[in-house]
């Protein structure tokens, strides 16, 4: 696990770069909903569908994850055109 996501906080807005689908449309944001720090067998016990969880974070990842892994898991959602200063 390393350090890159630990200034990330709840709420928090990051752009998403080169994500605007044409020239002059705005890129995508990505706002912090919920950060889950832990063991990933920990985080695969609180979900039903461990298969579907196991395979998306492989993809994800790009290989496979030991249940004893430790894991920084980031719930986002998706928003277009934000503007600082509207915070």
């Known amino acids: 696990m390393d ?15 080169n994500s605007a689908k044409q020239p002059g449309e705005p890129d995508c944001f990505l ?7 832990g063991f990933f067998h920990e985080y ?4 039903h569908d461990k298969y579907r969880i ?7 990842i790009g290989r496979e ?3 004893e892994e430790q894991v920084i898991i980031l719930e986002v959602e998706t928003t277009v055109g ?3 200063n509207d915070r």
């Open 82 to 84: 934000f503007d600082a």
């Open 3 to 17: 350090n890159r996501f630990d200034t990330l906080g709840q709420r928090d807005i990051i752009a998403v770069a």
């Open 31 to 37: 706002q912090i909903l919920h950060i889950q720090k």
């Open 44 to 47: 695969l016990n609180d979900h």
């Open 54 to 60: 196991r395979q998306a974070a492989k993809r994800q």
């Open 65 to 67: 994850i030991a249940d």
